[in-house]
């Protein structure tokens, strides 16, 4: 079945490195790929989402490629803040339109000053 | 975008009792997902809800462990039956907006600890 790979966390870094969080993806068809962010206390919300093959989400400085031919979906900032700090899951959704999404298990970024 | 509110945010339960969580979503919705997410782990699909059909289940999840009512299109109810320590947890209920892929959101969450 489908599923999604992420690295494993957590990621440390210091304000203004550079960030990396690799995705990678099975799936059958042409899968939706997505990043959700989830803040300390806060629900998740949907950080970017590309749909097709090149299309390059981005959203507050971070931006992801989907990559057919490698299956993937990394996350990338080119300067994180303190604020940025929180838990981030790559999805992915089936073909279909409206199904459930898949997530990975989640990468916890810490940032300090 | 979605507002979808789920109720009790929080709540400690002991173990072998039952608890309902709801779920509203502020428009109609065809289809509504509730995922499970244990401490330190990703989002686990339970099972999709559409309106006027029986709710479709992931395997490991059965529908006599939770089950699920779906009674309009902007209103669903979960489960948690007899419960036991390992079903502590984050309960979400989430919904699709927008067209063609367009976004999943998510409600804040509804936290159960059983002790």
Same mark, same amino acid.
């Given at each position: 079945?489908?599923s999604?790979t992420?690295?494993e966390?957590?990621?440390?870094?210091?304000?203004e490195?550079f960030?990396?969080?690799?995705?990678t993806?099975?799936?059958t068809g042409y899968?939706?790929l997505?990043?959700?962010?989830?803040y300390?206390?806060?629900g998740?919300q949907?950080? #970017?989402k590309a749909?097709?093959?090149?299309d390059?989400?981005?959203?507050?400085g971070f931006e992801?490629t989907y990559?057919k031919?490698?299956?993937s979906?990394?996350?990338?900032?080119?300067?994180?803040?303190v604020?940025?700090?929180?838990?981030y899951f790559?999805?992915?959704?089936?073909g279909q339109a409206?199904t459930a999404?898949?997530?990975?298990?989640g990468t916890?970024?810490?940032?300090?000053? | 975008s979605a507002?979808?509110s789920?109720k009790?945010s929080?709540?400690?339960?002991?173990?072998?009792?039952?608890?309902t969580?709801?779920?509203?979503?502020?428009?109609?919705?065809?289809?509504?997902? &509730?995922?499970?997410?244990q401490?330190?782990?990703?989002l686990?699909?339970i099972a999709?809800?559409?309106?006027g059909?029986?709710?479709t289940?992931e395997?490991g999840?059965?529908?006599?462990k939770?089950?699920?009512?779906?009674p309009?299109?902007t209103?669903?109810?979960?489960t948690?039956s007899?419960?036991?320590p390992e079903d502590s947890?984050?309960y979400l209920?989430?919904v &699709?907006q927008?067209?063609?892929t367009?976004? #999943?959101?998510?409600?804040?969450g509804s936290?159960?600890?059983?002790?």
């Amino acid at each position: 079945g489908d599923s999604v790979t992420q690295m494993e966390g957590p990621v440390t870094l210091s304000e203004e490195a550079f960030l990396t969080i690799n995705c990678t993806y099975t799936a059958t068809g042409y899968p939706s790929l997505f990043w959700y962010v989830q803040y300390p206390g806060e629900g998740l919300q949907l950080l #970017l989402k590309a749909t097709k093959a090149d299309d390059k989400g981005s959203n507050k400085g971070f931006e992801a490629t989907y990559r057919k031919e490698t299956t993937s979906f990394h996350l990338e900032k080119g300067s994180v803040q303190v604020s940025d700090s929180a838990v981030y899951f790559c999805a992915l959704s089936g073909g279909q339109a409206g199904t459930a999404l898949i997530f990975g298990k989640g990468t916890t970024l810490s940032v300090s000053s | 975008s979605a507002v979808i509110s789920q109720k009790p945010s929080r709540d400690i339960c002991q173990r072998g009792t039952s608890l309902t969580i709801q779920c509203q979503v502020d428009s109609q919705v065809t289809m509504m997902f &509730w995922y499970r997410q244990q401490p330190g782990q990703s989002l686990t699909l339970i099972a999709t809800a559409n309106q006027g059909s029986e709710a479709t289940y992931e395997s490991g999840f059965v529908i006599d462990k939770f089950p699920i009512s779906r009674p309009n299109l902007t209103f669903s109810t979960l489960t948690v039956s007899n419960m036991s320590p390992e079903d502590s947890s984050i309960y979400l209920c989430s919904v &699709w907006q927008g067209a063609n892929t367009g976004e #999943l959101f998510f409600g804040e969450g509804s936290r159960l600890t059983v002790l």
